[in-house]
C-alpha cells in the first residue's frame, strides 16, 4: 500500500514530466495501471468540485490553419510517441492536440501496417487543386516539381514493363526483335505473363498486354492439358506421321482404340491443333485421257450405283496424272466397289496402250471364276483395239460413263482424290527421282489396302474388312 505522500509526490511528478513511463522510472513506482488509477481518481475529484466539468468536452474540429482536419504528419509521430513510446494517457493527449481517441489508435494502425507512407495526410500528399480556404487562407499552390517527377516515374516504369515483355518475346518465343506485340496469339501472350507475374502485377501485364483475364485463364487451361497428355500427344503424332499425314481426328480416335488408348475426340482434336496436325489438300487439274470417239459407244450399266454385295461383282478403273519436279508417272488402278479395294494398278511414265493393258491382267489373275463388270469413262485407253479384246477374251461386261459426266464415275475418282490428297498435295517431292516417285506411289496404294481404316467399313481396312466377311485375300 502507498501512503498518502507518497501518492502525491507521484502525481506532482506526473504533472511535472507529462509522462506516464518517466514518472515511475523516476520514483520507482507504482506500477502504471496504479498510477493511471490515481489520476483518474483527482480528475474525478476536480470534476466534483467544478460542475461545468461534468459538461461533455468536445473537439475542436474547425478547418483551420492552425487545426487543420487533417492533421500533418508530424502531429501524428508526436501524439503516437507520447501515447505508445512515454507511455501518456490516450485520452488526456487527445484532449490536448483537439483530436479524438480513435484517431490516435488509427495513426497507431495505419504505422504498423505500413509506416510513415500510411499516416500521411492531405498536407503531407501531393497537393490537390482544391484545398481549405478559411479564415482569409489562399489555396495551396501545385509543386510542379513533385508532380513531374512523379509523371517521370510512371514513364520510365512504363518503359521497363515495355522492355521486360520484348525480352520475353524474344528469348522465350524465340520471335524477332522487331516483333509487334499486336499479333502475339493469347498462347503466347499468357507465356509472357507467366514469366513476369514475378515482377510485375497480374492486371498491369493483362492491361498491357491487352489480354482478358478469362482469356489468360483459358490458355493456362490448355497449356496444362497438354502437360497432361504427353503420352497421347506423342502417340497422335507418330500416328499422323506414319499414316502419310493424311488421317483427321475420327480415324486417329479410332486408331488410339485399337492401341487400348481411350480419349475424346475432344481432347484428340485440342492435341492435333496444338501440334500444328492438319490435313493440307489442294485442288488440281485432272488430266484427260479423252480422245474423241474413237470406237463405237458402250452402254452405261452401273448407273452410279457403285454398290456390290460381293468382291469382284463391279470393278471401276480409270487413270491419273501425278507432276513432280522429275517429270510426270501415270498411275492407272481398277477399283472394287464392294471394299474400295485396289485390286491392281500400274504405274508408269509413259500413258500408253500397255499401262490399262497391264493393269487389267494383273486384276483378271486374282480372280475365281467370276466376271465383273468393268466400268470405265471414255478415255481412248479404254476404246483401243488392245483392250476390248481382253475383256471378250475374260469375259467381261463392258460399262462407260457418259461423255464430260465424271460423276458416272465418281467412286472410281475418289480414289484418286483420296490418295493426291493424303499423300501428294501435302508433300515436296523436289529431291525425288521418277524411280523414287513411283516407289513411293505403290507404298502408298498397298498401306491403302492393308491399313489405311475407312469410316464406311466400321474403320477397318478393306483386307480386314473382307478377312472379316470370310472373303480370302
Not at 5 to 21: C, P, V
Not at 33 to 60: A, F, G
Request: hydrophobic share 30%; proline share 4%; glycine share 4%.
Amino acid at each position: 500500500m502507498h501512503s498518502q505522500d507518497q501518492i502525491e509526490r507521484a502525481l506532482i511528478e506526473y504533472d511535472h514530466r507529462k509522462s506516464i513511463a518517466a514518472t515511475i522510472r523516476y520514483l520507482g513506482y507504482p506500477s502504471r495501471n496504479t498510477l493511471y488509477e490515481w489520476i483518474k481518481k483527482r480528475e474525478k475529484k476536480n470534476c466534483l468540485s467544478h460542475p461545468q466539468c461534468l459538461v461533455r468536452k468536445t473537439l475542436c474540429i474547425n478547418n483551420t490553419e492552425t487545426h487543420p482536419q487533417h492533421p500533418s504528419i508530424k502531429i501524428k509521430l508526436e501524439a503516437l510517441k507520447r501515447c505508445f513510446d512515454n507511455g501518456e494517457d490516450v485520452k488526456a493527449v487527445s484532449l490536448e492536440i483537439g483530436y479524438s481517441r480513435a484517431s490516435i489508435y488509427t495513426w497507431r494502425r495505419k504505422f504498423e501496417k505500413k509506416g510513415m507512407l500510411g499516416i500521411l495526410g492531405r498536407q503531407d500528399d501531393i497537393p490537390r487543386k482544391k484545398g481549405f480556404i478559411d479564415q482569409g487562407a489562399h489555396e495551396p499552390k501545385p509543386d510542379p516539381d513533385q508532380s513531374t517527377m512523379k509523371a517521370l516515374l510512371k514513364q520510365i516504369q512504363d518503359l521497363k514493363l515495355e522492355v521486360d515483355i520484348l525480352k520475353e518475346t524474344i528469348n522465350v518465343l524465340k520471335k524477332d526483335p522487331g516483333v509487334d506485340l499486336k499479333t502475339l496469339r493469347n498462347q503466347e501472350k499468357a507465356v509472357i505473363i507467366d514469366t513476369l507475374t514475378r515482377f510485375y502485377s497480374l492486371p498491369l501485364l493483362l492491361h498491357k498486354l491487352d489480354l482478358a483475364k478469362s482469356s489468360y485463364y483459358y490458355c493456362k487451361k490448355v497449356q496444362s492439358l497438354s502437360f497432361k497428355y504427353t503420352f497421347e500427344s506423342s502417340l497422335i503424332q507418330k500416328i499422323f506421321k506414319d499414316n502419310y499425314q493424311c488421317y483427321g481426328y475420327r480415324r486417329i480416335k479410332t486408331e488410339l482404340n485399337r492401341q487400348g488408348v481411350v480419349i475424346s475426340e475432344k481432347i484428340v482434336r485440342s492435341i492435333m491443333k496444338s501440334n500444328g496436325l492438319k490435313v493440307i489438300s489442294a485442288c488440281k487439274r485432272a488430266y484427260s485421257s479423252y480422245k474423241g470417239e474413237i470406237s463405237p459407244e458402250v452402254p452405261n450399266l452401273l448407273k452410279r450405283n457403285f454398290k456390290a454385295a460381293k468382291p469382284n461383282e463391279k470393278w471401276l478403273t480409270d487413270i491419273s496424272e501425278f507432276a513432280i519436279p522429275a517429270g510426270k508417272v501415270y498411275l492407272s488402278a481398277i477399283i472394287d466397289c464392294y471394299d474400295g479395294l485396289a485390286v491392281s494398278w500400274n504405274i508408269d511414265p509413259h500413258p500408253d496402250a500397255n499401262l490399262v493393258n497391264t493393269t487389267l491382267d494383273r486384276a483378271v489373275e486374282t480372280l475365281n471364276n467370276e466376271r465383273p463388270i468393268v466400268h470405265s469413262d471414255r478415255g481412248c485407253h479404254y476404246r483401243w483395239p488392245g483392250w476390248i479384246d481382253r475383256t471378250k477374251t475374260f469375259e467381261l461386261t463392258r460399262s462407260m460413263s457418259k461423255k464430260g459426266c465424271s460423276p458416272d464415275n465418281s467412286a472410281c475418282e475418289g480414289f484418286f482424290g483420296r490418295m493426291k490428297n493424303e499423300c501428294f498435295y501435302n508433300h515436296s517431292f523436289k529431291d525425288y527421282t521418277l524411280r523414287m516417285f513411283i516407289d513411293y506411289l505403290n507404298g502408298y496404294v498397298k498401306w491403302y489396302n492393308e491399313k489405311r481404316i475407312k469410316n464406311s467399313l466400321g474403320f477397318c481396312s478393306p483386307m480386314e474388312f473382307r478377312q472379316m466377311n470370310g472373303y480370302a485375300i
